[in-house]
């Protein structure tokens, strides 16, 4: 786990323990937003794990080749899935090239066919998933290698969400 995602995943269990400390402990521990990023952190361990977009925007910044409008928080990436929690906004670090921090180009095709209907947490969700379209098989595990299934079950999906 490289240096990025670990202080990330410190940084949010830090949180949630703050947050089950709390007097109504027991109904922020079943909390649903809770338990859904727990389950993203789980699930993207493995895949590159998630960072908080300050986290990636400054190292989107030490990119010499980058607008230095791309490296500021909050600038509007229409192809990054996001996912808000604890106030933060948090990426899944597989949908950025290691070497330059920019956007995948296989992975922005996908949230752009999915973002007119699904908001960044489905998504995440959903490249996660098995998927019947991909023979049950998660779509970030097959990106790489069967982008255009990819994108034919991501417009299927959008389709039958519509």
């Known amino acids: 786990m490289n240096a990025l995602t670990l202080e ?4 949010a269990a830090s949180a949630l323990q703050t947050s089950l400390a709390s007097p109504d402990a027991a109904a922020r521990a ?6 859904r990023f727990l389950e993203m952190l789980r699930l993207y361990r493995t895949r590159g794990g998630l960072a908080r977009e300050e986290e990636v925007m400054r ?33 899944p670090l597989f949908q950025f090239c290691k070497e330059d921090m920019t956007v995948r180009a296989e992975t ?3 949230v752009i066919e999915l973002a007119p209907v699904f908001d960044g947490w489905a998504i995440a ?18 990106l ?15 389709f039958i969400a519509e």
């Not at 990330?8 to 940084?11: G, K, R």
């Open 59 to 91: 190292r989107m910044g030490h990119c010499a080749s980058r607008p230095r409008r791309d490296c500021e928080p909050g600038h509007a990436h229409d192809s990054v899935i996001r996912l808000a929690w604890g106030g933060t906004a948090w990426l």
């Open 8 to 11: 990330s995943a410190i940084t």
């Open 125 to 142: 969700e959903w490249v996660t998933a098995p998927n019947s379209w991909l023979l049950n098989r998660p779509p970030i595990d097959v």
């Open 108 to 110: 922005a095709r996908v």
């Open 144 to 158: 790489d290698s069967h982008i255009q299934a990819v994108i034919d079950a991501a417009r299927a999906d959008r």
């Open 30 to 35: 079943t909390d649903r937003m809770d338990q």
